[in-house]
C-alpha cells in the first residue's frame, strides 16, 4: 500500500510539473489559529495529495453529498490520508472535507480543511499538526510581547541584523518577534497586525520553514517538521511561534506564511549561537 501511493504521488507531482503548477511538499496546515479557520489544501484533478494527520490514529474522511463523486479518499499508514478530486474545483469554491480520528490516549477528534483548487500550485504532501510540545513556551514568547504583559524571561528580542522580512504585503505589518533555541528545538514567534484600521485582518492558514540562508525556491530542501500555537490580542494583533527541531548544522532558516489567497509573508532568520 505504501509502495503503490509514492509511486501514485510521485506520478502525480510530474503530472503537476507537466500542468504548470508547483508541486509543493511538506506543507504545514494551521489548525487551532485564534478564529479557527479550516486550513486550505490545494488539490487537482488526477493528481494525489497525501495528508498526514500528526495527532490522529486511523483518520477517517466523511464525505457529504456535495463530496460524494467529486473527491476521492483513501488511507495511508496510520495518520495519513490520500486525497484526489475527480475534476478541479471552480475558481473560489471550497469544499470542506471533515476528517475524524482518535488521539494516542483514545479521544475522538475531528479536523476539517477546505479544498481548493489553484492554477499554480497543488498540494503534494501536506501535515496536519496537532497541540506540539512546547507549547507553553511558546505561550510564554506570545505573552512577553504583549504591552503591559507579565514579560517572562524567555521573551528574547531579536536584533534586526539576525532576522529580515520580505515580500511584505502593503496592508499588513509583520515581523520577527523572538527566536528561541534550546538545543536543536527552535521557537520562533511572529507577531502580524494591520497597517491601517480598515485593512483585512490576517488569517494564518499555512506555513513552511526550510533549513537554508538563501530565499531562491529549491526544490531538494525539505521543509521541516512545524508544531504552531497561536494567539490573538484585542482583535488585530496576531502571534503565532512555530517550533521545531533543527539540522545540526543549520545556520538559518526561511519562513514562509501564507493565508488563504495571495497574501504571503517571507521571513530569513539568521540562527542565533
Same mark, same amino acid.
Given at each position: 500500500?505504501?509502495?503503490w501511493?509514492?509511486?501514485?504521488?510521485?506520478?502525480?507531482?510530474?503530472r503537476?510539473?507537466?500542468?504548470?503548477?508547483?508541486?509543493?511538499?511538506g506543507?504545514?496546515?494551521?489548525?487551532?489559529g485564534?478564529?479557527?479557520?479550516?486550513?486550505?489544501?490545494?488539490?487537482?484533478?488526477r493528481?494525489a495529495?497525501?495528508? %498526514?494527520?500528526?495527532e490522529?490514529?486511523?483518520?477517517?474522511?466523511?464525505l457529504?453529498?456535495?463530496?460524494?463523486?467529486?473527491?476521492?479518499?483513501?488511507?495511508?499508514?496510520?495518520?495519513?490520508?490520500?486525497?484526489?478530486?475527480?475534476?478541479?474545483?471552480?475558481?473560489?469554491?471550497?469544499?470542506?472535507?471533515p476528517?475524524?480520528?482518535r488521539?494516542?490516549?483514545?479521544r475522538?477528534?475531528?479536523?476539517?480543511v477546505?479544498?481548493?483548487?489553484?492554477?499554480?500550485?497543488? %498540494?503534494?504532501?501536506?501535515?496536519?499538526?496537532?497541540?506540539?510540545?512546547?507549547?507553553?513556551?511558546?505561550?510564554?514568547?506570545?505573552?512577553?510581547?504583549i504591552?503591559?504583559?507579565?514579560?517572562?524571561?524567555?521573551?528574547?528580542?531579536v536584533?534586526?541584523?539576525?532576522?529580515?522580512?520580505?515580500?511584505?504585503?502593503? %496592508?499588513?505589518?509583520?515581523?520577527?518577534?523572538?527566536?528561541?533555541?534550546?538545543?536543536?528545538?527552535?521557537?520562533?514567534?511572529?507577531?502580524?497586525?494591520?497597517?491601517?484600521?480598515?485593512?483585512?485582518?490576517?488569517r494564518?492558514g499555512r506555513?513552511?520553514?526550510?533549513?537554508?540562508?538563501?530565499?531562491d525556491?529549491?526544490?531538494?530542501?525539505?521543509?521541516?517538521?512545524?508544531?504552531?500555537?497561536?494567539?490573538?490580542?484585542?482583535?488585530?494583533?496576531?502571534?503565532?511561534?512555530?517550533?521545531?527541531?533543527?539540522?545540526? %548544522?543549520?545556520?538559518?532558516?526561511?519562513?514562509?506564511?501564507e493565508?488563504?489567497?495571495?497574501?504571503?509573508?517571507?521571513?530569513?532568520?539568521?540562527?542565533?549561537?
Amino acid at each position: 500500500m505504501r509502495l503503490w501511493v509514492l509511486l501514485l504521488c510521485l506520478a502525480a507531482g510530474a503530472r503537476a510539473e507537466a500542468a504548470g503548477r508547483e508541486s509543493r511538499w511538506g506543507t504545514v496546515l494551521v489548525t487551532g489559529g485564534p478564529e479557527e479557520t479550516p486550513p486550505v489544501l490545494y488539490v487537482a484533478a488526477r493528481t494525489a495529495t497525501l495528508v %498526514d494527520f500528526e495527532e490522529l490514529v486511523e483518520p477517517r474522511a466523511e464525505l457529504s453529498e456535495a463530496l460524494r463523486g467529486r473527491v476521492e479518499v483513501l488511507p495511508f499508514g496510520e495518520s495519513g490520508l490520500v486525497i484526489s478530486p475527480t475534476r478541479n474545483l471552480e475558481e473560489g469554491e471550497r469544499l470542506l472535507l471533515p476528517v475524524t480520528g482518535r488521539t494516542r490516549e483514545g479521544r475522538t477528534v475531528t479536523r476539517t480543511v477546505a479544498l481548493a483548487t489553484r492554477k499554480d500550485v497543488v %498540494d503534494a504532501e501536506a501535515r496536519v499538526p496537532g497541540p506540539g510540545a512546547g507549547s507553553e513556551v511558546a505561550q510564554m514568547l506570545q505573552e512577553s510581547h504583549i504591552a503591559g504583559g507579565s514579560h517572562p524571561s524567555l521573551g528574547l528580542r531579536v536584533r534586526p541584523e539576525e532576522t529580515r522580512a520580505s515580500a511584505q504585503e502593503s %496592508d499588513t505589518l509583520a515581523s520577527m518577534e523572538s527566536v528561541l533555541l534550546l538545543g536543536h528545538r527552535l521557537f520562533a514567534t511572529v507577531a502580524i497586525r494591520p497597517k491601517n484600521p480598515g485593512a483585512r485582518p490576517w488569517r494564518l492558514g499555512r506555513a513552511r520553514m526550510e533549513p537554508r540562508c538563501i530565499e531562491d525556491h529549491q526544490t531538494n530542501v525539505e521543509a521541516l517538521s512545524l508544531h504552531v500555537t497561536s494567539s490573538m490580542h484585542k482583535r488585530s494583533l496576531r502571534f503565532h511561534t512555530f517550533a521545531a527541531w533543527l539540522p545540526v %548544522d543549520a545556520e538559518c532558516v526561511t519562513l514562509t506564511l501564507e493565508e488563504d489567497g495571495p497574501r504571503t509573508l517571507h521571513f530569513l532568520v539568521r540562527l542565533p549561537r
